[in-house]
């Protein structure tokens, strides 16, 4: 298991300032209470949001600014939310590289959201779907009637950066090696996500 290591002060700091230049602002008080019903915490803790194109990308730090501190336990949290909900999520143990991976993922999913597609037939933007698996997920027109089926649907990474895509595959594969090893092992997958129903998953 990794070692955690806890934020400090200046290297917050460091990550509120990058934050604020990629255009995420901080939750007030009145949001927070809204978008922290979506997550259970302990405590009022430091959160970002951006908005586009109907959805918004939520992240959560694990610091609370009244303490100048981390919660001791916790996990750092990046979300897309769509009509209120959970489309996406994605969990962070804090370790080493907590931060930057932090930073990594709410850049990716603010990038998702700017880039959302827009069918082509309806002239409408597309909506976050489940796929089969636990962590699948793609773009898909709500609209039933397409005369090209595929037109109406996009793959999830629609949009991003090269060095976005390359990223996340290498993020992919590093995952399902993990997952292989617990089959392999008969320890449980997955089992932050399984804590949370199925809108509140990854």
């Known amino acids: 298991m990794p070692k955690k290591v806890l934020p400090t002060i200046k290297s917050f700091g460091d990550f509120r300032g990058l934050m604020q230049d990629c255009g995420f602002k901080k939750l007030d008080g009145d949001e927070m209470m809204i978008y922290s019903t979506l ?21 959560w730090t694990t610091w609370v600014e009244s303490v100048s501190a981390a919660q001791e336990s916790d996990m750092g949290w990046v979300l897309i939310i769509q009509e209120g909900e959970k489309a996406y999520s994605h969990c962070f143990n804090r370790t080493k590289n907590f931060l930057l991976r932090l930073l990594r993922y709410a850049r990716i999913a603010k990038r998702r959201i700017v880039a959302r597609p827009v069918c082509e037939e309806h002239s409408i933007f597309m909506r976050v779907k489940f796929g089969r698996g636990i962590k699948s997920r793609y773009w898909a027109c709500s609209e039933k009637n397409h005369r090209d089926k595929k037109s109406a649907r996009r793959d999830f990474d629609f949009g991003l950066t090269d060095e976005m895509k390359k990223f996340l595959e290498a993020e992919r594969k590093m995952r399902a090696r993990w997952i292989e090893k617990l089959r392999k092992e008969g320890r449980p997958t997955h089992t932050t996500m399984f804590k949370r129903s199925r809108r509140q998953v990854i």
């Open 39 to 59: 997550r259970p915490m302990a405590e009022k803790e430091f959160g970002f949001e951006y908005s586009a194109n109907g959805l918004s990308v939520i992240v």
